[in-house]
């Protein structure tokens, strides 16, 4: 997020591990598009209703 904004993070890794920016590691270095969505259902006789929040990103759900 910072290397995408032009910013520094100013941590260093605590460990040998270390991470790519999402635009190195996606194919042709396109960050996918994503999305969050959410689904009621109609609520019942009792009053209640069950709410579904989900995101997308490219196809996926």
Do not use: C
Not at 23 to 50: I, V, Y
């Amino acid at each position: 997020m910072a290397n995408a904004s032009g910013m520094s993070a100013g941590t260093k890794s605590k460990d040998k591990l270390i991470g790519r920016v999402i635009t190195e590691a996606m194919p042709n270095s396109a960050t996918p598009q994503a999305t969050t969505e959410t689904l009621r259902s109609q609520r019942g006789l009792s009053g209640l209703r069950t709410v579904l929040k989900f995101q997308r990103v490219g196809d996926q759900r």
